[in-house]
């Protein structure tokens, strides 16, 4: 990629990272009360949309964590944020952290490679723009989930398609 590149390719991708979490936080504001938390089978990475939505956000916090050299213990407990204002405030944090860090980065700095230890102690060296694309995939699979457990809760989940985020970019 020419100079820029990665750069200029990641930075819509983590825009559509978190357009689409809000959106899923959004619909799930809706539910009524005890759905966030409401167990719907082992079927899913998270049984309720509590843990899943944890999980996610979780995740983002970790890689940002080993990205700044920190080597963390594990995921953020879910419990820690018992209700969904609590969880969407610790998410905008993140979210605000994670954009700070990528925002000044140029893409030989995105190009370089970063030693971390994965969650079962290895350890292991990532391409850090890379790392980043896993967080968004990471992230839109497991919003899949979400979306299909809002549907088995009676809530039609918004639209999440990347190309409908760019077409409400475009003007």
Same mark, same amino acid.
């Given at each position: 990629?020419?100079?820029?590149?990665?750069?200029?390719?990641?930075?819509p991708l983590?825009d559509y990272?978190y357009?689409a979490?809000?959106?899923?936080?959004e619909?799930?504001?809706a539910l009524?009360?005890?759905?966030?938390? =409401?167990? #719907?089978?082992?079927?899913? $990475?998270?049984?309720? !949309?509590?843990r /899943?939505?944890? *999980? @996610?956000?979780g995740?983002?916090?970790?890689?940002?964590?080993?990205?700044?050299?920190?080597?963390p213990?594990?995921?953020?407990?879910?419990?820690?944020?018992?209700?969904?204002?609590?969880?969407r405030?610790?998410?905008?944090?993140?979210?605000r952290?994670?954009?700070?860090?990528?925002?000044?980065?140029?893409?030989a700095a995105?190009?370089r490679?970063i030693?971390? =230890?994965? #969650?079962d102690?290895?350890? $292991?060296?990532?391409? !850090?723009?890379? /790392?980043?694309? *896993? @967080?968004?995939?990471h992230?839109t699979h497991?919003?899949?989930e979400?979306?299909?457990?809002?549907?088995?809760?009676?809530?039609?989940?918004?639209?999440l398609?990347?190309?409908?985020?760019?077409r409400?970019?475009?003007?």
């Open positions: 990629m020419s100079d820029g590149g990665i750069r200029e390719l990641l930075r983590v990272n357009w979490n809000g959106r899923l936080l619909a799930a504001g009524p009360a005890g759905a966030l938390t =409401r167990e #719907l089978g082992t079927e899913w $990475s998270f049984p309720s !949309l509590h /899943m939505f944890a *999980h @996610v956000m995740a983002e916090a970790l890689w940002l964590a080993r990205w700044r050299g920190v080597d213990a594990g995921l953020e407990p879910a419990d820690g944020y018992d209700a969904l204002p609590a969880l405030a610790r998410w905008e944090a993140v979210e952290d994670f954009r700070a860090y990528l925002e000044p980065l140029d893409d995105l190009r490679a030693d971390y =230890r994965t #969650l102690g290895r350890p $292991s060296r990532s391409v !850090l723009w890379q /790392m980043v694309q *896993h @967080v968004v995939n992230g497991h919003r899949s979400a979306a299909a457990m809002l549907t088995r809760l009676g809530h039609a989940p918004p639209p398609d990347l190309i409908l985020y760019y409400t970019r475009a003007d």
